[in-house]
């Protein structure tokens, strides 16, 4: 019991935990709504055409709109449905995209050797992985339990190709934690400190790693896009092929809510990245005397400012490949996960361990 | 619930709530890593793959229904002998109070208390397990791969090294003439 309740992080007091805990959905939630817009109009962008620019000032309200219709639809379920399972899938989805974020350091907290995190864990990483995990389960049993044809073909492609890029996306974070030795995300934070060279996306105080983790950081992005079903890996709800893949017989709020699971996602993973790779909370810079006087508090913010800024910028990369790239072939897709990304992510682990070992960084 | 749901698919969803509700467990007692480790090996990579097998797989649910009642004496004992050991086992522990459990022994994190004994003290008997299943694995892999004669299949080094050259020809006929 006591290491659980050690883990609540700097405040242990139950109502703290709570309002940390709905601070952090208000804002997933409100970020999200404006985050998809952002989606949109790039998307718009790359196709020359306006995107949604009706609702309030260039469309900035598009998101509430669409909310709201949601909402108000009459909620359908096929009649050979199977109840239970096809209203639990889409809850399970967008909790389990709740409830990762909990592990997310998202700014340095104002005592020094604190940070800004719901629960600040010492498993986190795997925590992470664990739940990330668990999202195959939400698709498979929405697919299942549409008792249709095509939200079935959906989910079995869906289980097979997050089951195998979850593997390699394993390993790359086994070269982190080398990197790291530590499997607390704030300690991975804190780890790349001192400058962007030493992120670990560049890992220049260790200093041949570069060759090593900069692929990888390429190799975790290109996954990351195979994990959340995006394209162009999102054979799962191939529009051509699957009409939506597993959400076909989904509307009004479930399928509101697996939307929101995903876009959660979406961004889960562009925060994995910048805590991972990218330095979490850190400035390219160190900026040492400078912030010095700062008030601990604005040193907060701004961490939380990069932080953001991180994530922004990952979601616009996202946002391009959809925009850009075409959809890959379900033959090409197994073979990338299995057979390239697999074996280079295990000869990764190897070097670095290797690398940990004989110079000792860790010990 | 995992053997009372008429449905196999949601057996197996009770089986995940289960290996779910120990992670929980573990977690409770203080061995994060290996509650971790449990919900990633087992919830989302095993369980997935036994439920794809079952949705896969049309059952028949009558006919799973008809050995129920021969099989149930057999059922009841081992549920008993079980039963039994779970209440014996907890009055012992309420007896002896051997509650104070350690989740990390000699180690700061239970991770490292794990890889003391695993890869330190038992690495020898680690390194066989390893090894018995690499034999399964290939083992499975030799019994079931067949290489028919006849099949068309992709040879993905002769997709990705064609060319424009070899796809393309290009011509340019002047009009009223053929190729």
């Keep these: 019991m006591s290491n659980l309740i050690e883990s609540f992080g700097d405040f242990t007091g139950f109502w703290m935990v709570l309002g940390q805990i709905a601070l952090f959905t208000l804002v997933l939630l409100i970020s999200i709504a404006f985050l998809l817009l952002l989606d949109r109009k790039i998307w718009a962008g790359v196709m020359m055409r306006k995107g949604p620019n009706v609702v309030g000032p260039f469309g900035l309200f598009q998101s509430f709109a669409d909310f709201g219709k949601f909402l108000l639809k009459e909620i359908v379920i096929p009649a050979g449905a199977n109840k239970t399972v096809f209203i639990l899938a889409p809850i399970l989805t967008c909790t389990l995209a709740f409830v990762a974020w909990a592990a997310i350091p998202v700014a340095p907290g104002t005592v020094s050797g604190t940070s800004w995190v719901v629960s600040n864990l010492n498993v986190g990483v795997l925590y992470l992985f664990a739940i990330s995990s668990l999202g195959v389960y939400g698709i498979i049993m929405g697919g299942w339990a549409s008792n249709s044809k095509y939200p079935f073909l959906g989910a079995l492609r869906s289980a097979a190709q997050m089951v195998s890029y979850e593997v390699s996306i394993g390993f790359i974070i086994v070269t982190v934690i080398l990197l790291t030795g530590s499997m607390n995300l704030s300690a991975i934070v804190e780890n790349q400190s001192g400058g962007f060279w030493n992120w670990h996306l560049f890992s220049f105080q260790y200093f041949p790693m570069i060759f090593v983790m900069f692929p990888m950081f390429v190799m975790f992005f290109i996954s990351a896009l195979a994990e959340t079903n995006r394209p162009p890996f999102d054979l799962p709800e191939a529009e051509s092929e699957l009409v939506a893949g597993y959400q076909v017989e989904y509307g009004s709020t479930p399928y509101l809510l697996f939307m929101l699971g995903e876009y959660l996602n979406i961004v889960l993973m562009c925060a994995m990245m910048t805590v991972l790779f990218l330095g979490g909370w850190h400035g390219p810079f160190a900026l040492g005397d400078v912030v010095k006087d700062w008030p601990p508090l604005l040193l907060s913010l701004s961490g939380l400012f990069w932080f953001m800024l991180k994530i922004l910028f990952f979601f616009f990369m996202f946002a391009m490949v959809k925009a850009i790239v075409p959809r890959y072939r379900y033959d090409q897709l197994m073979r990338l996960g299995w057979k390239i990304f697999l074996p280079t992510s295990l000869a990764a682990v190897l070097i670095v361990a290797g690398y940990v070992v004989y110079t000792g960084v860790q010990s | ?179």
């Design chain 2, 1 to 179: 619930m995992v053997i009372a749901a008429r449905n196999p698919v949601h057996s197996v969803l009770f089986l995940i709530l289960a290996f779910f509700t120990s992670a929980g467990l573990l977690v409770l007692i203080g061995a994060e890593f290996l509650a971790m480790l449990l919900v990633v090996v087992y919830v989302g990579a095993v369980a997935v793959l036994f439920l794809f097998v079952v949705m896969m797989l049309d059952v028949d649910f009558v006919e799973l229904k008809q050995g129920f009642l021969s099989y149930l004496p057999f059922g009841l004992l081992v549920g008993a002998v079980f039963l039994a050991e779970i209440v014996l086992a907890s009055f012992a522990g309420l007896e002896n109070h051997v509650s104070t459990f350690d989740a990390s022994p000699g180690a700061e994190t239970n991770a490292e208390a794990i890889g003391q004994v695993m890869y330190t003290q038992y690495m020898l008997l680690f390194q066989l397990a390893g090894i018995v299943l690499l034999i399964s694995m290939i083992g499975a892999i030799v019994l079931t791969l067949r290489h028919r004669p006849g099949t068309k299949r992709q040879s993905i080094a002769h997709q990705t090294a064609r060319r424009r050259s070899d796809a393309f020809d290009l011509k340019d006929p002047s009009s009223g003439q053929g190729i």
